[in-house]
């Protein structure tokens, strides 16, 4: 996915490459929800390595959403009218957790 964004020109691969705007031109703006089990896979997330070999740690849709659900409610104490910010790295289970899951 290539964004228009300098008005440079740009080598495009026709096998690979898209452009952002033609893509979003043909996109919806709602999205169904689907009904999921509590044990299907929600993502991976790799571990630094810094112990040896990355390890992917698959985290569930159930336990997971509990539990980013739960801890923001009780460590952020959030409101609707708050205005929230995390400074955390979306790659870190904290990003996840607490800029994508949490807030959700």
């Not at 630094?48 to 159930?62: E, F, Q």
Request: with cysteine.
């Amino acid at each position: 996915m290539v964004v228009k964004r300098t008005g440079e020109p740009v080598e495009m691969n026709g096998d690979r490459d898209v452009w952002w705007d033609d893509e979003m031109s043909v996109a919806s703006d709602s999205c169904e929800p689907v009904e999921m089990n509590s044990e299907d896979p929600l993502f991976i997330l790799y571990t630094s390595g810094s112990t040896g070999k990355p390890k992917g740690v698959l985290h569930t849709t159930g336990g997971y959403l509990l539990y980013a659900n739960y801890s923001f409610d009780m460590i952020f104490d959030y409101k609707s009218e708050d205005i929230y910010w995390c400074t955390a790295d979306i790659g870190w289970i904290t990003g996840h957790s607490y800029i994508v899951y949490g807030p959700l």
